[in-house]
C-alpha cells in the first residue's frame, strides 16, 4: 500500500503522529493508498520552515521568482500524462477532462500568475500641497491555502499560484478525498528551484489539519474553496483573529433559455454545463429555466442527448461521465434523487445509480439526471446537490426568469442563451451572481475577478484581485 507523506521544507515526511488515511478510487471503491492523518503539530512544523524560508524568498528579484514558477508550469506540461492518470484516479473523473483540462489549467496557473508577478502595480497619489502618496503592495508573510476535491490540482494550484507569485510562503492542504496530486507536487517544486520552505503541502482532515491552519496565529490569510457550511466555520474561527479571508463556496447556477437562443448550440452546451465532472463542478448549471414557447421541444432535445450519456470507467479514453469521488457523496446525491420524487418530480432521464463494468463493478456511478416539475422553492432546487443532477422549469417572460434565478441563498454563476443582445446586457446586470456567461459556458480569462456572493462568498479570485489579496497595501505620504 502506498503511503503518501506531506512535503514540509522541501522534503516529503511522515505525519508526526504516525496516523494515516484511507485514499479509495472512486471508479473500483478500492484503497488504493493512504494519506497522512496530520494535526496541528504537522503545522507547527511547516510553519517553522516556511519562517525560515520567507526573508529570502520575499525579496528575491521578481525576475527570479517568476522564472522558478515558470519552471513549475513547465514540469507540470511534462508530467501531464502521470498527473492526468493519477487525478482520473483519484478522482473518479475521466481521464480525457484531466488530460485536456485539470492538468494544463494547473500548468497555466503558474504561468499566468508568474507573468502577474512582473505586471503588478500599485498606485500614487498626488496631492496639491507638495505631498505625494505611494501604496506599497507587501507580501502577507505565512498564509494558508485550502482546497476542495472537484478539481483537485487546478484549484490547488489556483490559490498556490499567486500566493507565492507575491511573495509569500505557503502551508497548504488538499482535500482528503483527493490527495494525490496535491502529493505529487511537491517534488515538481522541488525539481523546478522552488526554495525548501516556500510551499509545505499538509494533509489530513478538515477538523484536524485545517482548522489547525485557519488556528495558527502566524499564518495571516486564508484563502479558502469549498462548501458554504465549512465556509461560515473557518469565517467564525478566523474573524477574531483579524486574518484576510477569501471563500469560494457553494453554489446553486441558474441556466435561462430563451426561444431565440442559438437552439442546436445551446442543448449542446447546456449538456456539458450540466454534467461535465460528473456535475461536480462549482460552476455547473443546476437549475435550468426555459422559454414556455420552445420548453417542450428544449426538453426533448436535452434529454434525448442527456441518455447518451452513459458513466464509465475514467480510465478509460473515450468515457465521458466518471465515477461520483466518494461513497458519502454518491448517498447524498441520491438521498436527493429520493428528495426530487417525494418533492413530487417526474424523472425525464436517470434517476438511479448504475453498476460499473469490470474492475469498475463496486464503483459509485450515477446516471445523469433530468427532473421537471418541483416548484422553484423545492428544496431540491434550493439546496447545492453538487452531482449529475439538473432540473428544468419553464418561464414566461424576462422578468419572471430573473425573479427565479435570484430566488437563491447563492449567487456563483448563471448562464444566459439568447441572441438579444439588449436583454443579455440588462439580465447580466440584474442577475444576483458574481459570473455570467452570455452564450456559453466555462470560457475562463484568468486576468477576471472569478467568485460569488452571499452564500457562495466572500471576496475575488483571479488576476489582480487574488495579487492584492495576497498581499497588504501600505500608504506612504511624503511632503516635499
Ligand atoms: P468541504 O468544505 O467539505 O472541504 C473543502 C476543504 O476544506 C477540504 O480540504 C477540507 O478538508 C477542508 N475543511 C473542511 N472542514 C474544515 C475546517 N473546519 N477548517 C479548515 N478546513 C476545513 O468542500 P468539498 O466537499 O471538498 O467541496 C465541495 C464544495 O466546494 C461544494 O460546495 C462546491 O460548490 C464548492 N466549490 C466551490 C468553488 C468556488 O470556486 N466557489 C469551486 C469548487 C468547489
Given at each position: 500500500m502506498e503511503l503518501l507523506k506531506n512535503f514540509i521544507d522541501g522534503q516529503y515526511v511522515a505525519p508526526l503522529s504516525g496516523l494515516y488515511l484511507d485514499n479509495i478510487e472512486p471508479a473500483t471503491g478500492q484503497i488504493y493508498s493512504q494519506l497522512p492523518d496530520s494535526d496541528e503539530n504537522d503545522v507547527t512544523l511547516a510553519v517553522k520552515a516556511a519562517e525560515s524560508a520567507l526573508s529570502a524568498w520575499r525579496v528575491m528579484p521578481i525576475e527570479q521568482r517568476a522564472e522558478i514558477l515558470f519552471n513549475i508550469a513547465v514540469e507540470i506540461e511534462r508530467q501531464l500524462e502521470p498527473l492526468a492518470n493519477a487525478e482520473a484516479k483519484d478522482n473518479g473523473k475521466p481521464i480525457s477532462l484531466a488530460r485536456s483540462v485539470d492538468i494544463p489549467r494547473a500548468a497555466s496557473n503558474f504561468k499566468f500568475f508568474a507573468h502577474a508577478s512582473s505586471q503588478f502595480s500599485s498606485e500614487s497619489h498626488a496631492m496639491a500641497d507638495q505631498a505625494i502618496n505611494y501604496t506599497l503592495r507587501l507580501p502577507v508573510g505565512i498564509v494558508g491555502c485550502i482546497s476542495p476535491w472537484n478539481l483537485p490540482l487546478y484549484l490547488f494550484t489556483w490559490k498556490i499560484a499567486p500566493a507565492l507569485a507575491a511573495g509569500?510562503?505557503?502551508?497548504?492542504?488538499?482535500?482528503?478525498?483527493?490527495?494525490?496530486?496535491?502529493?505529487?507536487?511537491?517534488?515538481?517544486?522541488?525539481?523546478?528551484?522552488?526554495?525548501?520552505?516556500?510551499?509545505n503541502i499538509l494533509h489530513g482532515k478538515g477538523a484536524s489539519v485545517g482548522a489547525a491552519i485557519c488556528e495558527h496565529p502566524k499564518i495571516k490569510a486564508i484563502s479558502f474553496t469549498g462548501g458554504s457550511n465549512t465556509g461560515a466555520a473557518i469565517a467564525a474561527q478566523v474573524a477574531p483573529k483579524f486574518k484576510k479571508l477569501s471563500l469560494e463556496l457553494g453554489g446553486k447556477n441558474p441556466a435561462l433559455i430563451f426561444a431565440d437562443c442559438d437552439f442546436d448550440n445551446t442543448v449542446e452546451q447546456l449538456v456539458k454545463a450540466s454534467f461535465t465532472n460528473q456535475g461536480q463542478i462549482c460552476l455547473c448549471a443546476s437549475r435550468i429555466y426555459i422559454e414556455r414557447s420552445i420548453y417542450d421541444k428544449f426538453k426533448m432535445a436535452f434529454v434525448k442527448k442527456v441518455k447518451q450519456l452513459v458513466p464509465n470507467d475514467p480510465?478509460?479514453?473515450?468515457?465521458?461521465?466518471?465515477?461520483?469521488?466518494?461513497?458519502?457523496?454518491?448517498?447524498?446525491?441520491l438521498s436527493y434523487i429520493d428528495l426530487a420524487k417525494q418533492e413530487g418530480a417526474q424523472i425525464l432521464t436517470g434517476g438511479h445509480s448504475v453498476q460499473g463494468d469490470n474492475r469498475c463493478a463496486q464503483g459509485y456511478f450515477i446516471m445523469p439526471t433530468v427532473i421537471e416539475g418541483i416548484s422553484n422553492s423545492a428544496r431540491c432546487n434550493q439546496e447545492e446537490v453538487f452531482g449529475p443532477m439538473v432540473s428544468?422549469?419553464?418561464?414566461?417572460?424576462?422578468?419572471?426568469?430573473?425573479?427565479?434565478?435570484?430566488?437563491?441563498?447563492?449567487?456563483?454563476?448563471?448562464?444566459?442563451?439568447?441572441?438579444?443582445?439588449?436583454?443579455?446586457?440588462?439580465l447580466s446586470e440584474a442577475?444576483?451572481?458574481?459570473?455570467?456567461?452570455?452564450?456559453?459556458?466555462?470560457?475562463?480569462?484568468?486576468?477576471?475577478?472569478?467568485?460569488g456572493m452571499n452564500q457562495s462568498g466572500v471576496?475575488?479570485?483571479?488576476?489582480?484581485?487574488?495579487?492584492?489579496f495576497f498581499t497588504e497595501p501600505k500608504n506612504v505620504c511624503i511632503k516635499y
Open positions: 509569500n510562503c505557503v502551508i497548504a492542504k488538499p482535500s482528503e478525498i483527493t490527495p494525490y496530486t496535491a502529493y505529487l507536487l511537491g517534488k515538481i517544486c522541488q525539481d523546478a528551484g522552488l526554495p525548501n520552505g516556500v510551499l480510465m478509460i479514453e473515450d468515457t465521458k461521465l466518471g465515477a461520483i469521488v466518494s461513497k458519502p457523496h454518491f448517498d447524498k446525491i428544468m422549469q419553464p418561464f414566461d417572460t424576462d422578468e419572471q426568469a430573473l425573479e427565479l434565478a435570484n430566488e437563491s441563498q447563492y449567487g456563483l454563476a448563471s448562464t444566459l442563451w439568447t441572441q438579444d443582445l439588449a436583454r443579455a446586457h440588462r442577475i444576483n451572481t458574481g459570473i455570467v456567461w452570455v452564450n456559453c459556458w466555462l470560457l475562463r480569462d484568468l486576468r477576471t475577478p472569478f467568485g471576496g475575488r479570485e483571479g488576476g489582480l484581485e487574488a495579487m492584492r
